[in-house]
């Protein structure tokens, strides 16, 4: 819209939106070959979770797969919380059909009759069209033989619920509070049974392997990080929206492309990421490599730009009020650790306490990350840790 | 045989099965790693994370109390990362909570206080989250205090209230920093589901769950030298006490709990145990006669199981969750109030003292002991039949604060009227223990023989099994219950609540019948109580349990119906068992109550 | 029985007793009555044997599943990063004046509450917000007030 035609373009691809309506034939297809195929289609196309946590889709359907217990579930995973994505919501809307093929699919093959679609309460305006989608979806199932119902789960507005065992616990009728691992969920899920729970793009995705096969995917993108992902991008922008891109490509490309040209920083992977600040973009890809090292940075998708105008204080200081709410509060790392930096970074602005305590503070987000229960608590030091250590002077005067 | 796993702990090899924790390992190895939200009687939530420890290639820490042992496992408990985060943990546990450690009622017993100590956390870095925080204190119950400004959010009282008691008084409400044990929207414990069981109170590390305290109305009273001061005591605390104060466990101190009590200023030291035999005599009738009514005159009305009334955690239980069963309830009322309503009626005119200048203590095991006395019916004697009950830990308390050295003293013998009690009353303190006294009274009053039972000891009732059943074939009946000849009597013992649920539930279901059951609210029965010494587990409860079979084998009678002051009472006060006045001082009836 | 018996009643035997369903239920009530009473939870404890602070607990840990009386409609305005960023305090003021009620408040005529919920999901059109399901996106003070005398004009 705004980019001038001397800026070279990230390459938009068009693989989860396209609106091919031929989940018939693609399941038609795949149900001819053996599990062991699929599977192996899968695993080669280097898919990996795109909630944000990165776990290799192929093998999780496998470990499931490998269960010998009679009754397993697919549950999809639509919770979409995290501050800054809004992906899930579009793909949902649009290309419903492919998440439902990849969930038959993965049913078929970890051998449920059962899936969930666990909808966040926020986006209940969707259940119409999405139970319109279900019935022709299940008239295809029964046309195909395929003996696998979908029914929808609604949330009621609890972040940690995009946990996946929170997820199950709260699909339970009980409080989404995550449990401890191991057992996983492949294991020991949804009533006790093994259950794969996938993101929303994730299941859109197989259903893209299924269709291209695995190497088309897996000519995407670079090394560990393979295939496209679906950004959310939000912020200082002039063209936010939903944007399918390439992984591997670094916050420079992407603010060159993206930015309002006063880009400060980007928030890569919502609050729980990690904040890029400029001096950094050219550095810093996208993707799975080197996890946490902070040179290649995983995402659910979430891009959230950031202009000279913002301040960072401000900004650190709203994610700190989301995760002190939002935390389920039965582990004590995070439950007081949210609240002590939330006050703490509060303290220091208002010089009640000395600069030196964001060091404490920086400390008490590393026994977060080594000690809480689940993903929540362990990120809350991605984005205090890079927004107080690259903009530490905004966060005193 | 379960597979063995082999690992390392701190660079020492073991070898455990394979569904151990990493925290069990690291017991097999004598290696103590912090624990509080971690509890044996409990599931293991993993929450506090005070029992992180390093896996050789994780670069989390994990928690030890809910990490399963792999085969070739590096764990390390010790190592800087883990010493440093543990503090940390501490730390901010102690910034949500209330630091005022020398005013607390758990000064010197709070498990956070000793991890604070041990880590030696002298310095506050992190802010006080306390003055934001709104934290509600409930002191209305007459049994149970509620502070949740001492909390640590660990969930043993939670669990311990749905898994041990099956109760669901308290759970865990909102999240976040909001997050808090809460009853049904709050409501103070007075007005909830709550049984008065205490069990959240010994599963609790802290001051969060405490007993309300009645020490200083008894140092009042017992400085009054207008009013005459009796007290009794329960069977359990004479197993329980030594513990508190130092002893070992299941260390056996009737003697010098009655002499420490006298130097305390009481003026009449007396036994429950003489009203736990007074129970069987009672209760025993009550049992035979509703048999003849379901036996002999095939009345419809009569309600079998009879159900044992003397747990007033269960009584409270069965008024909430299942009225329709109140008419099972045996009418008696638990042996502290029949020794209350006694005490001002029968000891007052004995002593020739006026009910009105008498203050009656009781000492229990139990904290829902505090809240019978309470209950309004609870007046027979025409004043409050017990005025105050004291828990074990607090009678520990009293005996410390009056400076006596309890592993010193002497033993003393119990006075009287009133203070004589059989092996079988004692025995009333583990689970199992009444229908094991009604046994041997019961039988024999039917047979004219001793129960079947090698040295009277009814080993199938014994012990912390959930569920203990019993069936005696009643023959050679003496005239009067020739009814009886030829009965089997279906018995069934269980103790805690969650038991009792399970329990009842069977019977619902018709899946099994019963003529008498005996439930106790408390997970091993009285010496397992809410009002016992911390800490507890099954091991404590056995050695308590074992103390009390051994009393009982060492008392000179063992059957309720041959002590001496009971057949003195029948003789000149009370007539016989059920009579008119038995039914106005010694029974009860029940009340129908919320299910929130 | 009164209303919110037979209400729970019928959601109870829609759904069913088991806890799985509890979620659903407390939904279904909350559709009807936009907060769940003391009564409404003590029925459904009683329904499907899940004690009453149990189901109290569970509620309450989840935002829309309110435990304080809610108007008809409930304005939830997004409160997360970007809609901050986007003037969300504008619009919580533009709808308190408006409406003559603070955040957290319930009109007198028990027609509107106002509330901040965190991330809705539409960050790209921000500010956001919910009036019961139905989303609003790309807010000015000017639309939102718009927005809310359609609102008052409705039964």
């Known amino acids: ?397 | 045989m379960s597979n063995m796993v082999n690992l390392t702990i701190n660079g020492i090899a073991v070898s455990v099965e394979e569904n151990k924790t990493i925290l069990e390992a690291a017991k097999h190895l004598h290696i103590k790693i912090p624990t509080l939200c971690y509890h044996k009687d409990l599931c293991v939530a993993g929450n506090c994370r005070v029992c992180v420890v390093e896996q050789v290639g994780n670069h989390k820490l994990v928690a030890s109390c809910a990490t399963p042992v792999a085969e070739g496992m590096e764990i390390n408990t010790n190592t800087l990362k883990v010493r440093n985060c543990r503090k940390h943990i501490i730390e901010l546990l102690l910034t949500e909570h209330r630091e005022e450690c020398t005013k607390c009622y758990r000064n010197g017993h709070c498990e956070l206080q000793a991890l604070s100590a041990e880590y030696q956390i002298t310095n506050q870095d992190f802010i006080d989250l306390v003055p934001d925080k709104n934290y509600t204190v409930d002191r209305l119950s007459p049994a149970i205090e509620k502070d949740d400004s001492k909390c640590i959010r660990c969930q043993r009282c939670v669990r311990t209230c749905a898994e041990i008691q099956s109760v669901g008084a308290i759970a865990v409400a909102h999240k976040g920093s909001e997050m808090k044990i809460s009853t049904f929207f709050d409501r103070s414990l007075d007005e909830v589901v709550c049984t008065n069981c205490g069990q959240c109170i010994v599963h609790c590390p802290t001051g969060a769950l405490t007993e309300k305290s009645y020490v200083e109305k008894v140092w009042d009273a017992l400085a009054d030298p207008d009013i005459h001061v009796i007290v009794q005591t329960a069977p359990a605390v004479r197993v329980g006490l030594g513990e508190e104060l130092g002893l070992g466990l299941g260390t056996r101190v009737t003697g010098k709990m009655v002499s420490a009590l006298k130097r305390l200023g009481f003026d009449s030291v007396l036994d429950t145990n003489f009203t736990a035999d007074l129970t069987i005599m009672e209760e025993g009738t009550e049992l035979l006669t509703r048999l003849k009514r379901a036996l002999v005159d095939d009345d419809p009305e009569v309600a079998l199981p009879m159900a044992t009334s003397c747990s007033p955690g269960w009584v409270k239980y069965i008024e909430h969750k299942y009225p329709e069963y109140l008419p099972n309830l045996s009418t008696c009322k638990s042996p502290q109030q029949m020794f209350g309503a006694l005490a001002k009626t029968y000891y007052a005119k004995n002593v020739n003292v006026a009910p009105e200048n008498i203050i009656s203590v009781s000492i229990m095991p139990c904290t829902a002991k505090k809240f019978e006395a309470n209950r309004p019916e609870m007046k027979d004697s025409g004043y409050k039949d017990v005025d105050f009950v004291l828990t074990t830990r607090e009678l520990a308390v009293m005996i410390r604060q009056a400076g006596i050295e309890f592993e010193k003293l002497n033993d003393e013998s119990f006075d009287s009227i009133m203070g004589v009690g059989s092996g079988a009353g004692a025995i009333f303190g583990a689970t199992g223990g009444v229908m094991e006294a009604a046994l041997r009274t019961a039988y024999e009053i039917v047979t004219g023989r001793e129960v079947p039972f090698e040295n009277l000891e009814i080993i199938p009732v014994r012990g912390l099994e959930g569920v203990k059943e019993v069936t005696i074939k009643i023959e050679g009946t003496v005239e009067a219950w020739n009814f009886l000849e030829g009965v089997e009597l279906k018995c069934a013992i269980t103790n805690g609540l969650e038991n009792a649920h399970q329990l009842l539930e069977v019977i619902k279901k018709g899946d099994k019948f019963y003529h008498f059951i005996e439930i106790m609210a408390c997970p091993g029965g009285c010496l397992g109580g809410g009002g016992q010494p911390f800490p507890v587990d099954n091991e404590i409860r056995m050695q308590r349990m074992n103390a009390l079979y051994e009393e009982d084998r060492n008392l000179p009678i063992r059957k309720s119906h041959e002590n001496p002051e009971i057949v003195q009472i029948y003789k000149e006060f009370l007539d016989e068992p059920l009579s008119h006045k038995s039914h106005k001082l010694l029974h009860t009836s029940y009340v129908k109550r919320e299910q929130y | 029985m009164d209303f919110h018996e037979k209400l729970v009643q019928n959601l109870v035997s829609k759904h069913g007793k088991d806890r799985e369903n509890l979620l659903p239920i407390l939904q279904g009530v909350i559709d009807q009555e936009r907060f769940l009473s003391e009564e409404a939870i003590l029925k459904i404890s009683k329904e499907m044997s899940i004690p009453a602070a149990d189901v109290y607990g569970t509620a309450s840990f989840y935002s829309f599943l309110d435990i304080e009386p809610r108007g008809k409609y409930v304005i939830r305005v997004c409160k997360t990063i970007t809609c901050a960023m986007k003037g969300k305090n504008q619009i919580v003021l533009a709808i308190e004046n408006f409406l003559k009620i603070k955040v957290g408040e319930t009109t007198i005529d028990k027609k509107f509450t106002i509330l901040q919920t965190n991330c809705l999901g539409w960050c790209h059109k921000a500010p956001a917000m919910l009036i019961n399901d139905e989303v609003y996106t790309e807010l000015s003070p000017e639309k939102v007030v718009d927005i809310l005398r359609e609102y008052k004009e409705k039964n």
């Open chain 1, 1 to 397: 819209m705004t980019t001038t035609a001397t800026k070279k373009q990230l390459h938009r691809i068009d693989l989860i939106f396209n609106n091919d309506d031929d989940c018939k034939e693609i399941l038609r297809n795949a149900l001819s070959r053996s599990d062991q195929e699929i599977v192996n289609e899968m695993v080669n196309s280097g898919l990996k979770g795109r909630g944000g946590a990165g776990f290799p889709t192929g093998l999780k359907w496998k470990l499931t797969a490998e269960s010998k217990e009679k009754e397993k579930y697919v549950i999809c995973n639509a919770d979409e919380g995290e501050p800054g994505t809004f992906k899930d919501r579009e793909i949902l809307t649009r290309v419903p059909h492919k998440v439902l093929s990849g969930m038959a699919m993965c049913a078929k093959i970890i051998g449920a009759q059962k899936g969930y679609i666990y909808l966040r309460g926020e986006y209940k305006f969707l259940v119409p069209d999405l139970k319109k989608e279900l019935r022709k979806f299940h008239d295809i199932l029964d046309e195909l033989g395929l003996d696998f119902r979908v029914e929808i789960f609604l949330g009621s507005g609890a972040y940690i619920c995009g946990e996946e065992s929170a997820l199950i616990e709260s699909m339970e009728g009980k409080r989404g509070e995550p449990r401890n691992k191991p057992p996983f969920p492949s294991v020991n899920g949804f009533k006790g049974k093994p259950t794969v729970v996938n993101n929303v793009e994730t299941l859109a995705h197989s259903y893209t392997i299924l269709k291209f096969g695995a190497k088309k995917f897996r000519d995407l993108g670079v090394k560990d990080s393979r295939g496209s992902k679906v950004f959310s991008v939000s912020g200082d922008t002039p063209i936010p929206g939903i944007y399918e891109l390439e992984l591997g490509m670094t916050v420079q490309d992407f603010v060159d492309d993206f930015g309002d040209g006063d880009c400060k920083a980007v928030q890569v992977g919502g609050a729980s990421g990690f904040l890029v600040p400029r001096k950094r973009f050219a550095k810093t890809t996208i993707g799975y490599e080197g996890k946490l090292t902070g040179i290649s940075l995983p995402t659910g998708g979430s891009m959230m730009i950031f202009n000279s105008s913002r301040s960072m204080y401000n900004v650190l200081n709203n994610y700190l009020e989301f995760f002190e709410e939002e935390s389920c509060g039965q582990c004590t790392p995070c439950r007081v650790g949210c609240q002590q930096l939330l006050k703490g970074i509060k303290a220091v602005k208002r010089g009640e306490k000395p600069t030196s305590y964001l060091d404490q503070l920086l400390k008490l987000t590393e026994t977060m990350k080594l000690t809480a229960k689940c993903g929540l608590g362990q990120s809350v030091a991605n984005s205090f840790s890079s927004i107080v250590e690259n903009f530490r002077e905004e966060m005193i005067y």
